[in-house]
DNA sequence: TTGCTCCTCACGTCACGTGAGGTGGC
DNA sequence: TTGCTCCTCACGTCACGTGAGGTGGC
């Protein structure tokens, strides 16, 4: 068990952005000392990596709320039928959701070698005048 | 001579989009009827898909507009040379921080992926299990 | 006169950053 | 007791979205 510090630099997140995960609901800690600070085990690490690996997707907090929930559900043994087939739904939305997110992703990273080439461009152009 | 609301649909931004950038100072309008419609000319349907080339480098509204403006420097022949220099070296820095958010979207669009195939692999493990 | 387009506030949202003032824990 | 870490408000920021209430222009 360890604190908030400690889980903070292991993922490379600040302190105000894990609370802030916690208010969204996405990673909760353990427990709490006595005198109330947070306490963390192994499995908020692996869940805020997982996090920050949905980042570049674009979903906003509560969606990853909801896409963790329905990895969580599945993965768990003792699920109900319906909750499960409830849940293999929402998987195959947040699925196509980011197969559409990484189409997006490329159009930009294009659009943003081109403007840089026109940058590179623009700046030999102007050393060529001075 | 044309409204917002046409400037607004042929660049496909919304007008609370086009207002806010005015405010930031990223694209005045030509000039106003008597009763206050803003009127555009082309030059700032360029402005506006420059600007939207812009955005996947993630530059702050205040940085496109830097940036623009030692383009627009750089382009004029009656710039005096302090200026000039001046902005040369901005198009330098920018250029840059342009390489590297580029770097830094191939980085993210990697990630994005892997995180999409993870997902899809969840999918199909999950359709095993009905 | 009727629609449609536009106007200016102004508050809301999302994902945090940044102190302020106070306390826990070794 | 001294630092260092942590705590909870709570306001600020960035790039807009979303009405509210009113008016321009063909």
Redesign the interface.
């Known amino acids: 068990m360890f604190q908030i510090g400690e889980l903070a630099s292991r993922v490379t997140l600040s302190l105000r952005t894990v609370r802030f995960y916690e208010e969204a609901g996405l990673v909760l800690p353990a427990g709490r000392t006595p005198g109330g600070f947070r306490l963390y085990t192994e499995d908020a690490v692996e869940r805020l990596l997982l996090i920050k ?5 674009g979903f906003t907090l509560d969606e990853m709320r909801l896409l963790i929930e329905a ?1 969580n559900v ?1 993965q768990a043994t003792d699920a109900e039928a319906t909750v ?2 409830e ?2 739904e929402r ?2 939305m ?2 196509a959701l ?2 559409e ?2 189409r997006q ?2 159009e ?2 294009d ?6 080439r026109t ?2 461009a ?2 030999a ?3 060529r ?2």
């Open positions: 690996q949905m980042k570049p997707l990895m599945l499960r087939h849940m293999h998987l195959e947040f699925s980011a197969a997110r990484c992703l490329a930009q990273l659009v943003a070698k081109a403007f840089a940058l590179d623009e700046v152009r102007s050393a005048r001075r």
